[in-house]
């Protein structure tokens, strides 16, 4: 008898344990990473170069490479610039969206020949979705064509044009776990009327990569060659919304 009493009292403690783990992740609260609090220079970015190598917002850390002898970054910056109208590579810093004013957002770009990485230090956590747009340099690049790239469409306008962002996200031990698709600009539909060109912010679900350690950004364009793609390899983040498992309310 009093063995099963043991018994029943253990299934009821593991019950209650299961329930008890699964009500803390339904009860923690959505934390966001909006930027807000990162400071920023006069030029209205940051870019690496006092060599810290990351930054961190929230449960998150962004790394961040920076060469000195060519002042060039790569990783993820961060800036406040929405200068809409200006073309070209000086104008790298700045989203495209016109209401941005002087909302603080990250920029990634990538590191040829290795990934780099925002990851959560504190373990696994739910990615619930963030918030992208393209940078001006980008967009206007697509628009109307520069020195390096295309016009996105063509002369005809019907060119099957595309700019796609894939997000891997990686587990606890590394290893890559899920990958999302989001699509920067789109000329693929043979109506012309759906082409676009993503010029405002936009959120986008990311609840499909499961509890994920740290993601990455991989970009991919119709308009590549033999060095590789030729369309701005830039996208802003913004709103980055995840839940921490550790806070309960």
């Avoid at 449960?59 to 200068?83: C, E, L, M, R």
């Avoid at 963030?130 to 002369?155: H, I, Q, W």
Wanted: hydrophobic share 35%; net charge negative; glycine share 8%.
């Amino acid at each position: 008898m009093r063995s099963s009493f043991v018994m029943i009292s253990i299934l009821l403690c593991s019950v209650f344990i299961i329930s008890s783990c699964h009500k803390s992740e339904e009860t923690a609260p959505t934390q966001v990473v909006d930027f807000e609090s990162l400071t920023v220079s006069p030029s209205g970015y940051w870019n690496g170069s006092d060599a810290t190598g990351s930054f961190t917002s929230g449960d998150v850390n962004f790394d961040n490479q920076y060469t000195p002898a060519w002042k060039t970054w790569a990783g993820f910056s961060y800036s406040q610039k929405n200068d809409f109208t200006t073309a070209g590579f000086g104008n790298e810093f700045s989203v495209v969206d016109p209401s941005n004013n002087t909302n603080k957002f990250a920029i990634f770009y990538p590191s040829y020949g290795e990934d780099i990485f925002a990851s959560f230090p504190g373990g696994e956590f739910q990615i619930q979705s963030l918030d992208l747009c393209n940078t001006t340099y980008a967009a206007l690049s697509m628009k109307n064509g520069d020195s390096y790239s295309k016009k996105f469409g063509g002369p005809s306008g019907n060119d099957a044009d595309w700019f796609k962002l894939t997000i891997y996200g990686y587990n606890g031990s590394g290893v890559k776990v899920s990958s999302l698709d989001v699509y920067l600009a789109d000329y693929r539909s043979t109506d012309s009327s759906k082409d676009y060109i993503l010029t405002k912010w936009t959120t986008f679900d990311l609840t499909s990569l499961g509890k994920i350690n740290k993601l990455t950004f991989v970009f991919s364009s119709s308009d590549s060659g033999a060095f590789g793609i030729n369309t701005p390899s830039y996208v802003c983040i913004d709103n980055i919304r995840y839940i921490n498992p550790h806070i309960i309310l």
